[in-house]
């Protein structure tokens, strides 16, 4: 089988621990690349997450790169109230001995996409600080990829981080509108798709009995999220925002969407860092993404079951 080479952008939160859970998990897919970006917690977290993460589902081989430490412009937003102080809310992973590479994961992404030219995809799912940082320093590199994966947004619902806003879009909203600029081949996984995709908490119970390490942290982790879901997103059981978008590149059969013009406002106060989309309209301009709205979430549940069965 030839694998589908994956870069994944994070910052491991919760979900992108889930995102990674799966990745590693998966046959089909050969992680080539993991870095981490300041999002739901600052970079101090985020990178020793990423590394304990990449340990604990034995991808020891896998380079692990620091990106960006903060927006392209004004302040760290982060998202503790969700994924904790730390980014795993308190959980903690097995010691291990794995360090970061020394190059800065705009280099690495770049040095990956040109050793394998239109065969890498980027999953990114968090702040795309350090994607835009990697096009802006190399104007190739968007079309060395084969697709960018990109969880973010929310277009026809609410924001999650402000009214308007989803968390990462919010975060850099400069770094979103410029990877939408960039011309790369663009996947979008908005709230809009996210907040379909969700595990029940009868499909966790399943997967903690699972019994491997690796499948009760998932179920325990993002099982401690099942309230919050039903408040903030009114849905019974833990949205996988993350998951998503990694598994719109491994099987994006799973996943209904359209071509269509995307943008970001970056001036507006009140609606900084919002997706706007012709998707839904027929104000149509030239299209520059894909846009995911919706998942067949049966499918997506038995999916990642199975990955998580191969611990
Ligand atoms: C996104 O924001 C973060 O909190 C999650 O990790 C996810 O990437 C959802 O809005
Ligand atoms: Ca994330």
Same mark, same amino acid.
């Given at each position: 089988?030839?694998?589908?080479?994956?870069?994944?952008?994070?910052?491991?939160?919760?979900?992108?621990?889930?995102?990674?859970?799966?990745?590693?998990?998966?046959?089909?897919?050969?992680?080539?690349?993991?870095?981490?970006?300041?999002?739901?917690?600052?970079?101090?977290?985020?990178? @020793?997450?990423? #590394?304990?993460?990449?340990?604990?589902?034995?991808?020891?081989?896998?380079?692990?790169?620091?990106?960006?430490?903060? @927006? #392209?412009?004004?302040?760290?937003?982060?998202?503790?109230?969700?994924?904790?102080?730390? !980014?795993?809310?308190?959980?903690?992973?097995?010691?291990?001995?794995?360090?970061? +590479?020394?190059?800065?994961?705009?280099?690495?992404?770049?040095?990956?996409?040109?050793?394998?030219?239109?065969?890498?995809?980027?999953?990114?799912?968090?702040?795309?600080?350090?994607?835009?940082?990697?096009?802006?320093?190399?104007?190739?590199?968007?079309?060395?990829?084969? $697709?960018?994966?990109?969880?973010?947004?929310?277009?026809?619902?609410?924001?999650?981080?402000?009214?308007?806003?989803?968390?990462?879009?919010?975060?850099?909203?400069?770094?979103?509108?410029?990877?939408?600029?960039? !011309?790369?081949?663009?996947?979008?996984?908005?709230?809009?798709?996210?907040?379909?995709?969700?595990?029940?908490?009868?499909?966790?119970?399943?997967?903690?009995?699972?019994?491997?390490? $690796?499948?009760?942290?998932?179920? $325990?982790?993002?099982?401690?999220?099942?309230?919050? +879901?039903?408040?903030?997103?009114?849905?019974?059981?833990?949205?996988?925002?993350? @998951?998503?978008?990694?598994?719109?590149?491994?099987?994006?059969?799973?996943?209904? !969407?359209?071509?269509?013009?995307?943008?970001?406002?970056?001036?507006? $106060?009140?609606?900084?860092?919002?997706?706007?989309?012709?998707?839904?309209?027929?104000?149509?301009?030239?299209?520059? +993404?894909?846009?995911?709205?919706?998942?067949?979430?049966?499918?997506?549940?038995?999916?990642?079951?199975?990955?998580?069965?191969?611990?």
């Amino acid at each position: 089988m030839d694998k589908k080479l994956l870069f994944i952008d994070c910052d491991p939160g919760i979900d992108d621990a889930a995102a990674l859970l799966l990745a590693a998990a998966a046959p089909e897919a050969e992680i080539i690349g993991v870095s981490a970006v300041a999002g739901n917690v600052p970079l101090e977290h985020t990178l @020793p997450n990423a #590394l304990a993460l990449t340990a604990f589902t034995h991808l020891d081989a896998v380079p692990v790169y620091a990106g960006a430490t903060r @927006p #392209l412009i004004g302040e760290v937003l982060t998202a503790a109230y969700v994924h904790g102080m730390d !980014g795993l809310r308190g959980h903690t992973l097995p010691p291990h001995t794995r360090t970061a +590479c020394p190059e800065p994961a705009w280099t690495a992404l770049h040095r990956a996409a040109a050793a394998y030219p239109g065969r890498v995809t980027l999953v990114a799912v968090g702040p795309l600080t350090s994607v835009a940082t990697a096009f802006s320093l190399h104007p190739d590199l968007p079309g060395l990829l084969k $697709q960018v994966v990109i969880m973010g947004g929310a277009a026809a619902v609410p924001g999650n981080a402000s009214p308007a806003a989803e968390f990462n879009f919010l975060a850099d909203p400069e770094a979103a509108e410029a990877v939408l600029r960039s !011309g790369a081949r663009l996947a979008l996984c908005p709230l809009d798709a996210t907040e379909k995709a969700y595990l029940t908490p009868e499909e966790l119970e399943t997967m903690a009995v699972l019994g491997s390490p $690796q499948a009760r942290f998932f179920a $325990q982790v993002m099982g401690e999220t099942v309230p919050w +879901c039903r408040d903030n997103y009114g849905i019974h059981g833990a949205t996988l925002h993350d @998951p998503a978008a990694l598994l719109y590149a491994l099987h994006p059969e799973l996943f209904t !969407g359209k071509a269509c013009w995307a943008g970001v406002e970056t001036e507006a $106060q009140l609606t900084r860092g919002k997706l706007f989309t012709d998707a839904f309209s027929d104000a149509k301009k030239d299209p520059n +993404c894909t846009l995911l709205y919706d998942v067949d979430r049966p499918a997506f549940a038995r999916t990642i079951l199975d990955l998580m069965a191969c611990y």
